[in-house]
């Protein structure tokens, strides 16, 4: 009787669950589900609005057979992957700053990295555009230092992009990681000083393993969002660094092949995925890690 009663209230727990998240979900479904797979649709198609062929995957074996298609992808891979690690790289120090830190200036320190998320993308590009351009702050600070006889070209190349993109990112990183070393108790740090650890070997021991789920939270935020990236790689790459976002707007708004431009939609989206699952993966091993 007593399991038959647990079970009824279960139940109930399970159908009131439903019914309080049942709008959430039906949000999601008309909002992202359905144009995902009117996307995928579309990308099996050879014409729109009015295809001639209801299924076909020509669209998928031209892009593994064009290499400007393969270029822009790997562009955008090893795009995401250095604005990864050098957001992982100098977002780390920030982050540990922040959280051990007592300074007085903390608040404007932590102010300073995220206000470029108080700004538009498009207006942080105009000003790497001032700042870099042939007649910008730098070249003019280097001619009147009298290191260069000329301007040097600074933009529209792949390490403006990613100057562009660690710029805009770095919050996400930094904020990922502060969340995950706060919860890092001290007196671990100070457990290991006491069997004489040194501050390397506590670091590499203690801290790092354990701000690791936040440090792997933060590379995947930044890997999809530059993934998905379309202003700053076209306005400081100038068309010359050419990624699979640009890439999407080309087949679409300029050669109006919208089933080209789903086609290469869908396959950006199962790439990314697949990073992303692989992370979760090491993220989860992680933590049933320190759980043990």
Known sequence: M????????????????????SPALILIGALFLLPLLRLIQLST???????SEVLTFENYAEIFARAFHLTSLVTSLELAVVVTVITAVLGYPLAYYLVRSTSRYKALILLAIISPLLISVVVRSIGWLILLGREGVVNQLLLSLGLVSEPL??????????VGEVNILMPFMVLSLT?????????????????GAGAVQRFLRVTLPLSAPGLISGAMLVFILTM?????????????VNVITTDIYSRMMVDFDWPMGAA??????LLTLSVVVVMSRIQSRLMGGMTR
């Open 2 to 21: 007593n399991a038959r009663l647990k079970m009824t209230a279960s139940r109930r727990r399970l159908v009131s669950l439903l019914i309080s998240i």
């Open 264 to 269: 290469l939609s869908v396959v950006t989206l």
């Open 179 to 195: 969340t995950s070393l706060s919860q890092i108790p001290r007196s671990l740090e100070e457990g290991a000083s006491v069997m």
């Open 228 to 240: 998905g990236s379309y202003v700053t790689p076209q306005m400081l790459g100038g068309g010359k």
């Open 153 to 162: 070209q600074l933009l529209y190349n792949f390490m403006t992009v990613v």
């Open 45 to 51: 198609t050879d014409a729109y609005p009015k295809p």
